[in-house]
């Protein structure tokens, strides 16, 4: 199946510890981007790739990191510099022949 | 970056009515999607229509480009239509989306 995986589905974390969260799509996009929603809001622009070994931050680029070592692979770690990490973080991606972006059903982290 | 309100934030709707959801953006856009959020989170493709007119069983969507503006139609609605819908415009140079806060529906049988 073509589509975006993203892992796990749930997570759960005590405060000061670093967490990855993994996004993996096999229908060869080039750009990949990581969002987080909070309740009743929008989705906000953490990071994007748009090619392997290079990223952009986002509007909220704070307390994140990424990495795009391979053209599937986008992980996002929330580190404990991260004020209020709890959130539901989504992962898409898009193509360059057509941009319509495509989105991973998305992780739902809480930190205790 | 481009800004974007939808409307209304929320709307209420008995099964079988037909609505209307607008999208107003701040710049000239190179994309736009609209996206039906269910209410376990998946955010499903309903739209790719940076401009003209598009169908697609009950629904449908107008992008008016030089306007700035967009519309959902969602005709004879469904329990199964409830959930949040987004817009999200890109511009500039990149294609990025760029998302407003949406709006919440709930159909009633």
């Known amino acids: 199946d073509g589509g975006i995986t993203q892992s796990p589905k749930y997570l759960f974390r005590k405060e000061g510890q670093n967490v990855t969260l993994s996004c993996e799509q096999n229908l060869n996009h080039d750009a990949m981007y990581w969002y987080r929603q909070d309740p009743g809001q929008g989705l906000r622009l953490i990071y994007y790739?748009?090619?392997?070994?290079?990223?952009q931050k986002g509007d909220i680029a704070e307390g994140y990191s990424v990495s795009r070592e391979k053209k599937e692979s986008f992980p996002l770690t929330v580190t404990s510099a991260q004020k209020n990490p709890t959130a539901f973080y989504l992962c898409?991606?898009?193509?360059?022949?057509?941009?319509?972006?495509?989105f991973g059903q998305g992780t739902r982290l809480t930190v205790v | 970056g481009i800004q974007v309100e939808q409307s209304p934030p929320d709307l209420i709707l008995q099964e079988g009515a037909n609505s209307t959801l607008r999208c107003n953006f701040s710049?000239?856009?190179?994309?736009l999607q609209w996206f039906h959020q269910n209410p376990w989170g998946q955010l499903i493709n309903l739209f790719y229509i940076p401009s003209g007119t598009k169908q697609n069983g009950r629904l449908s969507a107008t992008t008016v480009a030089t306007e700035r503006y967009s519309l959902l139609y969602i005709s004879s609605s469904q329990t199964t239509d409830s959930g949040v819908y987004f817009c999200?415009?890109?511009?500039?140079?990149?294609?990025?989306?760029?998302f407003g806060r949406g709006t919440s529906l709930i159909v009633h049988p």
């Open positions: 999200a415009p890109s511009s500039g140079g990149s294609y990025i989306p760029t």
């Open positions: 710049d000239s856009v190179n994309n």
């Open positions: 898409a991606s898009s193509g360059m022949a057509s941009t319509e972006a495509f």
């Open positions: 790739s748009q090619i392997v070994n290079d990223f």
